[in-house]
């Protein structure tokens, strides 16, 4: 599990910038920055029409990650003590970005 803060303030999970998905999937299979990556667990509130996934917002979360070029990946997990999750004003997964993303 690792301590999660997400500024992505439209996203449908994010709750005083913790997540109530539960888990979050970061793409950027071919990542070779931080800007190449996303969350792919994003909803976007109002148009994804999706509710949270749990009640209350929980900061130690489970990270499947796709950026095997980050030196916090192993085996499609996020090893990371701690990450951010960056997108203010995003509208689509693609406009957030994991910031965490150290390249090996």
């Given at each position: ?73 192993s085996n499609y ?28």
């Amino acid at each position: 599990m690792t301590d999660l803060k997400c500024s992505v303030e439209n996203c449908v999970y994010n709750k005083s910038e913790c997540c109530c998905k539960g888990d979050i999937l970061v793409g950027g299979k071919h990542a070779e920055n931080k800007d190449d990556t996303c969350c792919e667990s994003f909803a976007q509130e109002g148009k994804d029409h999706v509710t949270s996934a749990l009640e209350h917002p929980s900061k130690m979360i489970s990270i499947d990650c796709e950026a095997v070029k980050c030196i916090y990946n192993s085996n499609y997990k996020c090893t990371a003590e701690h990450i951010d999750i960056k997108g203010c004003g995003a509208c689509d997964c693609r406009e957030t970005a994991c910031a965490t993303f150290t390249e090996k």
